[in-house]
């Protein structure tokens, strides 16, 4: 848990004006031409590059940590039976064919109700309603619903982006950009855009150094959509997110910190994977949870070095950037990214802290 407080951390503190232009609407192509802002946190010095640089950032030995998990086709817009609007977000699965959702205006649906999904490619039925506010969907004329998904899903694209584009965008195209090129184990429904600006090439010279890529799997869950609601950060709890650690990776970054070496780490959820699995210098393997708040002034216990990607003012992870980087080096950097106009969020540029 994050350490006590004298004096309340305040959401207002991590308050930044954004001009609506700097949100990307969509990625940079090819991916690794992405801005690269660059953060020393010994000298405090800023350097504005590109992420096609990011290896010469990286010490030969290093570790590089990357997340693994794959985005879910989760969004899927339909209708009633009586044919008004319906878009569910599904969270996670109960059993076979039955998952947990989210549903818009799920007040006025009943029990039972026949829902029509993606242009009728996808009939689900409401089993229930939760006291959370989670509705329960059993899909009833699929026989691999996970391919059906990759065929008729919509891409979990943030409502920052809709808004910006005034559009629903290309369905076949967002499945594209909104996943990263490792990713391999399906269960998030937000992806881990860190790693959106990796290409074959990049992962090749980054292997050419020396330097091994490990992997580890976060699905990232509801809680990277949540703001915070609470004045005072400390009283902010973070949804639960499962996690999976495997004994080799987990030995092998054991062994690195042993000998001094430098533990990169690719985005805020493998942070928060490997921050939560750490335990008197030893990392816990298997299959676990998190509801860890990293915000200052947590200490960080494994990550040496952090890419991400520029974030939502007053959110979790400008809280935990701002934690490993210093609260007024980082937030001074976010005001030169609005002069230097970089792109924002999702889609946008990245910064390297040192």
């Known amino acids: ?150 065929k008729y899903g919509y891409a979990p694209i943030p409502p920052y982006i809709h808004k910006a584009r005034q559009d629903d965008g290309n369905r076949v195209q967002d499945l594209i950009n909104y996943q990263t090129i490792y990713a391999d184990t399906y269960g998030s429904i937000a992806a881990p855009t860190a790693g959106f600006h990796f290409t074959p090439a990049i992962l090749k010279k980054i292997k050419d150094k020396e330097i091994e890529i490990l992997t580890v799997t976060l699905n ?33 970054i054991e062994t690195g910190k042993k000998e001094g070496r430098k533990i990169v780490t690719v985005g805020t959820t493998t942070v928060r994977t490997l921050e939560s699995a750490w335990d008197n210098g030893r990392l816990r393997t298997g ?20 890419l991400t990607n520029f974030h939502l003012p007053q959110s979790t992870l400008l809280m935990l950037v701002c934690a490993f980087g210093g609260k007024d080096f980082v937030m001074n950097a976010y005001e030169q990214a609005v002069i230097e106009r970089y792109r924002f969020f999702s889609f946008g540029d990245c910064m390297c802290l040192l």
């Open 1 to 150: 848990m994050p350490p006590e407080f004298n004096q309340p951390i305040l959401r207002s503190d991590y308050s930044y004006e954004l001009p609506e232009e700097l949100i990307a609407k969509d990625p940079i192509t090819p991916r690794d031409h992405s801005r690269m802002m660059v953060l020393d946190r010994k000298s405090h010095r800023i350097q504005h590059r590109h992420f096609h640089q990011f290896p010469d950032y990286l010490e030969p030995g290093s570790i590089l940590v990357i997340n693994d998990s794959r985005v879910l086709p989760a969004r899927l817009p339909g209708k009633r039976a009586s044919g008004g609007f319906i878009e569910l977000l599904l969270v996670e699965p109960v059993e076979e064919n039955t998952w947990s959702c989210k549903v818009k205006n799920s007040s006025r649906l009943k029990i039972g109700e026949t829902l029509y999904l993606c242009d009728e490619n996808l009939v689900a039925v409401l089993k229930e309603k939760t006291p959370s506010g989670e509705c329960r969907v059993e899909f009833t004329e699929t026989s691999d619903l996970f391919s059906d998904l990759e």
């Open 220 to 252: 990232v869950g509801l809680g990277t959509f949540e703001p915070i609601r609470v004045d005072d950060v400390s009283k902010h709890i973070m949804h639960e997110e499962k996690f999976f650690i495997s004994e080799t990776v987990a030995q092998k």
């Open 287 to 306: 299959h676990q949870k998190t509801s860890l708040f990293i915000y200052p002034s947590y200490q960080y216990k494994v990550a040496d070095q952090v």
